[in-house]
């Protein structure tokens, strides 16, 4: 009767420790279900950004408004039906996130490789992780075990994504919101030293705000942007005027010298709590990577669907 008692308990110990290994992301989750996932990732990321460097940071920021709206769970990737409202028209997302057709062509090389095994969330963090490092940036070690979210909400898209409009102490917030320190935040924001904006997106900065370098404003941008609205909305300029290909610490010699292009990326620098971490990383490259891949990492880590919760996609636009 004791031996059977103690084989109970083993077992009972075992499933509880099965349940929570099932319930947590692990850098090797699919190192025997799908070997060569990260080179056949990379391979399909390196070739997108070949053929348009931008898009580097257009995959890097998907899984920002991915983590950001219910955690990251691919919940970005669905396309509206006439019976399902997705994300991709939320005012943060509408004519500005894309890269969606890259996606798909890592899904259908992730399927031949593994079929039905690797979850679109988890494509996501993998692919902004190679954009990183393929622009010169760093790298890390990327969790794994996401599985694909089977709803999407318009409303936290609208509402949890900081705009660019923001103020310090909102920006703080949002990401406190979602479990990142300040510190994070800042970090993060460093991921604006690469890509582009759009002029609806910065017009009243570069008119309105008084703390962005006159000369700049004037010659750099306003040309770029008039400020009638609807005149040139979708007009593009680079988030980093000096390497806007290259992920490096100039975003933050930016803000240093009062040439941010959004509102709450000179917010990062205008006599405030976070100026110090910017002068730091302006400064240090080293710093700010290190910092970076940590944020990254812990960014991934929100609220991610594992177990038997949600699904693997077969088409990351749509639920099976």
């Not at 490092?133 to 794994?144: C, E, M, N, Q, S």
């Not at 992920?247 to 990062?268: A, C, I, P, T, W």
């Not at 990254?296 to 749509?318: A, F």
């Amino acid at each position: 009767m004791a031996s059977l008692t103690r084989t109970f308990a083993t077992l009972a110990l075992f499933c509880l420790l099965l349940g929570s290994t099932n319930g947590q992301l692990s850098t090797d989750y699919y190192s025997y279900s799908c070997p060569n996932l990260f080179t056949t990732v990379k391979d399909v990321v390196a070739s997108a950004i070949a053929k348009e460097a931008r898009m580097g940071a257009s995959l890097l920021r998907l899984f920002f408004h991915d983590c950001f709206v219910n955690g990251c769970d691919g919940s970005i990737l669905l396309d509206d039906t006439p019976t399902f409202t997705g994300e991709k028209t939320a005012k943060p997302n509408n004519n500005s996130v894309r890269g969606f057709e890259v996606v798909d062509q890592i899904k259908s090389a992730v399927e031949k490789a593994c079929p039905g095994v690797v979850s679109c969330a988890d494509i996501l963090a993998i692919a902004a992780r190679d954009s990183v490092a393929i622009l010169k940036g760093p790298t890390w070690d990327v969790k794994l075990g996401r599985r694909d979210s089977k709803s999407a909400s318009l409303q936290n898209a609208n509402n949890d994504i900081p705009p660019p409009t923001s103020s310090l102490s909102n920006l703080t917030s949002k990401y406190a919101a979602k479990g990142l320190s300040a510190k994070d935040m800042v970090a993060l924001s460093g991921a604006h030293t690469i890509g582009q904006a759009r002029c609806t997106n910065f017009r009243d900065h570069i008119y309105n705000d008084t703390n962005i370098e006159a000369s700049f404003a004037r010659s750099s941008l306003q040309p770029v942007c008039p400020k009638l609205t609807g005149s040139g909305d979708n007009n593009l300029a680079p988030l980093d005027t000096h390497t806007s290909t290259t992920f490096d610490n100039y975003y933050f010699k930016n803000l240093v010298s009062k040439r941010g292009l959004l509102h709450s990326d000179q917010e990062l620098f205008n006599g405030g709590s976070t100026d110090s971490q910017v002068k730091s990383y302006s400064s240090s490259s080293t710093a700010f990577f290190a910092d970076f891949a940590s944020a990254m990492i812990k960014m991934g880590d929100i609220s991610p669907l594992t177990g038997s919760n949600g699904e693997i996609r077969k088409n990351c636009r749509k639920i099976n």
